[in-house]
């Protein structure tokens, strides 16, 4: 087990990989499942996914594979929905999380231009996570539904828009320690 | 037409043509069986419904017009549906240049060319543009998900044919949809290997790409479509008999690849991966070119003039009880017929056996003690359509018979048919089992008769199924009755409220206590286990017991239930119908019968009487070949050494004969013991029948010319035949088929025309996702003796009106506390191996299955045999039986 555990030390970016596939990671996993106790399994899945990724950063296999065993849902089913939802990762990720939104308005608006200011100030393409660990950049190719902000960016769960290229540099040099998933436009 | 008394019809029309089909049936399905197709790609005959892929539009004319996708929408009453009507067209074409904008279109090293559904379905809706600009063509490169699977995902439409069959047709859910949208693709779970997964290799996921986005490793690369010649045949490994294609490349006269083929046969387009990618075998450069003859001791190539000569010379001088013959498992009924013919009429010995599993011979079943025969007595499809409730006992079927156990759990997973997985450890079936029973190491015999014994206690009996055609009861409640709750599960290990549980559900067929029918009886339940598992000592009192739980619930004569001692290979059940044992002659009757003898003595225009007693089995002849008692032997098809847990020790006794003559198509350790070995040809070289286990007669047909200088077992036999004196009673193996039909009772009014007709076209699936067939469909699907000459078309269903006998004896096994086989029989756990079988000299030639097969490298060389030891031994998986009984022989 331990030397499991060593093992499964890589480093994507610079960051450490949260999962260490420990007993204590397993434990934890167990413990988000039975939180869902007397729910159908398909019903309680993405809830769950969401616990999961809130607690690693993303979803990590060995932690789906859990959750396969105990809720009786086939590996490709997990592995069906983690890629199917753009919000769920099946890679850890950076402290913070930008997506530069690529949806049709936010395209003319000037996303793509946002996304190159992005990616020569973090230095790293679409996709990657600096070096550091501090920066994940992803392109939205959907719609934040809310196109009036057109271009937006989404940091950490919170839609900024409409942003200048500057803008979003003095964004990205000084991110707002917000809670995730509060919406502030 | 079908048999409607039980299905409401529908009326329509389908282009102008009237068309008559059940309710529930599909457009696209209608229209199929009116000889109209429809372009489509995510439809897929017994998949659920999905409507994904939008090219299979029709018009569709109900109270108002409609262009709608016909492959979900349900017939009704008076629907008129245009198939080709320009606007049809167009709607069709949009749908095949929306996919073509992103297709590679590298048709000219697609392996899928030229049988592509895109290719033609863009040909067939007069595709005329190709709009490269419309955006990037997707590009993937060739990728491996397994040693069996390949894929090349930018060819892929996103059909979701692969993922729905995995999941619904084999039940192993082994590949996905990752990602949305435009970047879709397909893989196995977070990208793994597919060998990791619950994939099984069976390839189907292959087969119905209708694109070339998933390949064939072993195909890739190495043929084109257009230049193969496809010959229908049936698979030589296991018994459950699946329908098949060889696909051979007309120039090189080799086989390319096997395919299943939708709506034929049993497996209705499903194989296993021994089905799929074991051909291999049969083109390897070690197959025997010529007759080997032993000359100074070693053994050199020589002609068949010699080879024969030298046979013909030696084996009279062993007539009688000094000659003994093993026969074929995997041999043609035609074969196993003449070489019976040879061994009892000729050389005029009744000892002669096969390898019914393990190396070991066919024991008296206990079922013939209970019934009159042994015969499964119901059919693998009327199984899975029909059961309430399956029994499966101390048997990976998985294993042994994979292509049964996908159609199972679909029975279990569609229809809510309810599987009691009862196994020492843990089956693939176990998972998705209703019940999942661990017993003791063992312990079969004592679980049965006790779960039968509860099932009396509790009367959930069918008393007039009892009275009418069962005799014996009282005696064996004599004997069942020490069989109580408690004893059981001391003697098993199962909790008595496992055994209570197991009880109800096998007796009332899943349906609960109150599911009593009109008739008294409840919905069928059925038995099932390899038969392998009764080879050992004491394996007669698991059949009484199986036997026992079947009659008191009258689970026997009617669909979807049945004791089903499955036989392991491909023709096993052939081999013991042509009298391939030494107890019993062809069509199963008793040698110590003088009246059965008699009647084959006249059949076979015989001087003199057939030899009275019965004979030796393989373990015997063995025995007898080292006291000396027995001089020579005859073994066709077979390996005893290999098959052996102590192959030393056969090896021995072979060595102690004065004369072996052993046929195959390679040189096996068997071989290597033999005087004269006769290079056979395999079954893709030849004509024949096959019997399935579930008693499925089957024609084989030859595709390929003979390998070297080979050629088949039955026309070695009537070249010795010529040899020894005898005219020359056959130049076609058809001749000798009419033969059988003529002799054996069972297989009564046989012939080519029958079967061939009889096996080709699964006519009972009209489209609805489940049904259950009646009898009368089920026959359609083949032959199934016993056959009579007014009625060639078999019976699927054994024992409706009557046992061989007038009535079944129950037979009882009287309790025994803490009675467990013999201390240190059982030993270490058998990895069962889902692609090798018997002793692998077939599969163990086939790169492709070796290399799936973990550690298949050391375990399959041709060589392979002695060195690996018993718990590695492939024999023992033959019985699927995760334990194996290490005993010499
Ligand atoms: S080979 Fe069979 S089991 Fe494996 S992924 Fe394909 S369909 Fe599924
Ligand atoms: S790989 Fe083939 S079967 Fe699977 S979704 Fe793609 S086109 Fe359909
Ligand atoms: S080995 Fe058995 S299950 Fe597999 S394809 Fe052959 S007959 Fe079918
Ligand atoms: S396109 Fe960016 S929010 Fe709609
Ligand atoms: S075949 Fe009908 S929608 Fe795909």
Redo the contacts between chains.
């Keep these: 087990m331990d030397n499991n555990a060593t093992k499964r030390q890589f480093y994507i970016g610079g960051i450490e990989d949260p999962w260490t596939g420990s007993q204590q990671d397993r434990d934890r996993v167990l413990s988000i499942l039975r939180g869902f106790e007397g729910y159908d399994p398909l019903e309680a899945l993405i809830p769950a996914l969401h616990e999961l990724q809130k607690e690693y950063g993303y979803i990590p ?1 060995e932690a ?1 594979n859990i959750i396969s065993q105990e809720w009786q849902i ?7 929905v983690v ?4 919000d769920f990762r ?1 890679e850890p990720r950076g402290r913070n999380m930008l997506w530069i939104c690529e949806g049709a308005a936010c395209y003319f608006m000037g996303g793509p231009q946002l996304g190159q200011a992005a990616q020569e100030k973090l230095k790293i393409e679409y996709g990657e996570t600096t070096l550091d660990g501090e920066w994940t950049l992803r392109r939205a190719d959907f719609c934040y539904g809310a196109c009036h902000l057109a271009p937006l960016v989404d940091l950490n769960h919170t839609v900024f828009g409409p942003l200048s290229k500057d803008e979003l540099g003095r964004l990205i040099d000084n991110p707002p320690k917000e809670p995730e998933g509060s919406h502030k436009l | 037409m079908t048999q409607e008394s039980n299905v409401e019809m529908v009326n329509l029309e389908i282009d102008g043509k009237p068309v008559r089909v059940p309710k529930g049936t599909f457009v696209f399905r209608a229209a199929a069986m009116a000889g109209i197709n429809i372009p489509n790609f995510c439809q897929y005959p017994d998949l659920r419904p999905f409507g994904a892929c939008r090219s299979c539009m029709c018009e569709i004319v109900t109270r108002r017009s409609n262009i709608d996708i016909s492959c979900s929408t349900p017939v009704s009453e008076g629907m008129k549906v245009f198939t080709r009507s320009p606007k049809v067209l167009e709607a069709q074409r949009f749908a095949v240049e929306a996919l073509l904008v992103d297709h590679p279109i590298d048709c000219p090293i697609c392996d899928k060319s030229g049988e592509c559904e895109l290719q033609n379905h863009a040909y067939y809706t007069n595709v005329r543009t190709n709009n490269p600009l419309a955006r990037p063509k997707n590009s993937w490169e060739y990728e491996t998900l397994s040693e069996s699977v390949m894929i090349k995902r930018d060819r892929c439409v996103l059909c979701g044919r692969c993922v729905r069959v995995c999941d619904e047709l084999v039940g192993s859910t082994a590949l996905a949809w990752a990602n949305r949208g435009n970047d879709s693709y397909i893989d196995a779970a977070f990208g793994k290997d597919l060998k990791d997964s619950p994939c099984v290799s069976c390839g189907l996921c292959i087969e119905v790409c209708p694109v070339g986005a998933l390949l064939n490793t072993s195909y890739h690369d190495t043929a084109r479509a257009w230049f193969l010649k496809k010959v229908k045949t049936v698979c030589t490994f296991c018994g459950v008999g699946c329908s098949m294609e060889l696909h051979v490349e007309e120039e090189t006269g080799r086989i390319k690849r096997i395919v299943g083929t939708q709506d034929t046969g049993i497996n209705n387009e499903q194989l296993c991966a021994r089905g799929f990618f074991g051909f291999e075998f049969v083109q390897r450069d070690d197959r025997l070119q010529a007759p080997l003859v032993r000359k100074d001791g070693e053994l050199v190539e020589s002609s068949w003039q010699e080879a024969l000569s030298l046979v013909a010379e030696r084996l009279p001088r062993y007539q009688g009880d000094s000659f003994a013959a093993i026969a074929g498992a995997h041999s043609t009924n035609e074969e196993n017929y003449l070489f019976g013919k040879f061994v009892r009429g000729v050389m005029r010995s009744n000892h002669i056996d096969f390898d019914a599993g393990m190396g070991r011979g066919v024991r008296p079943a206990g079922l013939r003690d209970v019934f009159g025969s042994d015969a499964p007595m119901n059919g693998f499809v009327d199984v899975y359509e029909n059961a309430g409730c399956v029994l499966l006992i101390g048997s990976n079927l998985s294993a042994t018979h994979p292509v049964f156990t996908y159609k199972l759990q679909t029975a279990v997973r569609r229809r809510g048919s309810k599987l009691i997985v009862a196994s020492p450890q843990a089956v693939p079936l176990s998972q998705i089992a209703t019940l999942d029973i661990r017993y003791r190491e063992g312990a079969e015999a004592d679980l049965l008769n006790g779960l039968a014994a509860l099932i009396a206690r509790r009367e959930l009996v069918a008393h007039d199924f009892l009275a009418q055609r069962v005799d014996g009861l009282h005696e064996w409640w004599q004997a069942a009755q020490g069989y109580t709750a408690h004893g059981t599960s001391a003697n098993t290990g199962v909790p008595v409220e496992v055994l209570e549980q197991a009880a109800e559900i096998y007796a009332t067929g899943g349906s609960g206590v109150d599911g009593r029918g009109a008739d008294g009886l409840f919905p069928p339940s059925a038995i099932f286990y390899s038969s392998a598992l009764t080879l050992r000592d004491g394996g007669e009192n698991i059949d009484y017991g199986a036997a026992a739980l079947a009659l008191l619930t009258g689970n026997v004569g009617r669909p979807g239930a049945g004791v089903n001692s499955l036989k392991t290979a491909n023709n096993s059940q052939g081999a013991l119908d042509m009298g391939c044992v030494p107890f019993l002659l062809p069509g199963e009757r008793p040698v110590e019968d003088p009246e059965s003898r008699r009647a084959l003595q006249q059949a076979w225009s015989l001087p003199d009487p057939l030899p009275a007693r019965p004979g030796l089995g393989l373990e015997g002849m063995l025995d007898a070949a080292r006291s000396g008692r027995v001089r020579a032997m005859y073994i066709m098809g077979s390996n005893p050494v290999e098959a052996s847990s102590n192959p030393q020790r056969v090896a021995d006794a072979l060595g102690h004969l004065d004369f072996l003559v052993v046929q195959d198509m390679f040189l096996t350790q068997t071989g290597r013991q033999a005087d004269v070995v006769l290079p056979a040809c395999s079954w893709a070289e030849k004509d024949g029948t096959f019997t399935s286990a579930e008693r499925r007669i089957q024609r084989v047909n030859k595709a390929l010319t003979n390998y070297g200088q080979s050629i088949p077992d039955w026309t070695i036999l009537v070249h010795l035949l010529e040899r020894m004196g005898f005219e020359r009673l056959y130049t076609h193996s058809d001749q000798i088929l009419a033969e059988i039909a003529a002799v054996v009772p069972s297989y009564a009014g046989i012939n080519r025309r029958v079967l061939e007709r009889a096996g080709n076209v699964m006519t009972m699936r009209p489209g609805r996702v489940y049904r259950n067939p009646s009898l009368d469909e089920i026959k359609r699907l083949g032959v199934q003796w016993p056959t009579t000459d007014a009625d060639p078309h078999g019976t699927p269903v054994l024992y409706a009106d009557s046992f061989p006998n007038g009535k079944a004896r129950l037979v009882g096994v009287p309790f025994q506390a803490g009675r467990l086989l013999a201390d240190g029989v059982y030993r270490g756990t058998i990895r069962i191996s889902l692609y090798h079988q018997g002793t692998g000299t077939m599969t163990g030639r086939c790169p492709t299955l070796v290399s799936l097969d973990e550690g298949g490298a050391a375990d399959s060389s041709p060589e392979r045999g002695r060195g690996v030891g018993m718990l590695r031994s492939p024999n023992l998986q033959q019985s699927g039986y995760s334990t194996g009984q290490l005993t010499d022989i």
């Design positions: 296999e789906a086939p590996a490709t089913d997990l592995f069906g890629t199917f939802y753009a099946t």
